[in-house]
């Protein structure tokens, strides 16, 4: 399987504001799914964290995250959330495309752009299935991401429809004869 990369982080990013778009009228401020978060918070957590990476791969520090943090307005409107969302996937974007291959920063040790891009992937698909559960939507994330994705940082997951065994591997869904995932390890650093 191919490297993850800038494109599939544009597609995930695109595919949540696809969806939560259409319902952006919604009250946000219910939980989101499984989580003691509200969705409001969910989307915002995502926005953080695609910037995080960004930042991780445009400096490359080699043993801790870098210092900062994004803040987004408690009064900003979902619809602005995904803006904002939107603007640190194109950030975290341009970083992977930016960087060579052999590029290295720290996630749990030196991580390459492949596994950034399979990070913000993960957490792009697995909140949006969060915030949908919250606002009743029935959506589930793109099957080839969710296989990129298993193979990139669950690397010991079981066989299976990559869909439920990516919500399993991170507590969201139940799998036959499985136990249920209260916690994960997400595998990105290599060597």
């Known amino acids: 399987m191919r490297s993850m990369d800038s494109r599939d982080v544009d597609q995930a990013v695109a595919e949540m504001v696809r969806v939560l778009t259409l319902h952006e009228s919604r009250d946000w401020q219910g939980r989101a799914g499984s989580l003691d ?26 043993n801790a995250y870098l210092p900062f943090d994004l803040v987004i307005q408690t009064a900003a ?28 920063a720290w996630h749990w040790g030196p991580t390459d752009p492949g596994g950034f891009a399979a990070l ?10 969060d915030i949908t559960q919250g606002l009743g939507i029935s959506w589930l ?22 869909v439920q065994v990516l919500l399993w591997s991170t507590g969201r869904a139940e799998l036959e004869d499985r136990p249920h995932v209260t916690s994960w390890v997400l595998k990105a650093a290599i060597g």
């Open 37 to 62: 978060w509200n969705c409001w918070t969910t989307a915002a957590h995502v926005a953080h964290d695609l910037l995080a990476y960004a930042g991780q791969v445009a400096a490359r520090p080699g």
């Open 77 to 104: 409107p979902p619809r602005d959330v995904l803006q904002v969302v939107t603007a640190c996937g194109r950030l975290l974007s341009s970083a992977l495309s930016a960087a060579g291959p052999n590029a290295r």
């Open 120 to 129: 913000g992937v993960n957490e792009t698909l697995v909140h949006t299935y």
């Open 141 to 162: 994330p793109p099957e080839s991401l969710c296989a990129a994705v298993l193979a990139r940082l669950f690397p010991d997951a079981p066989e299976g429809d990559p």
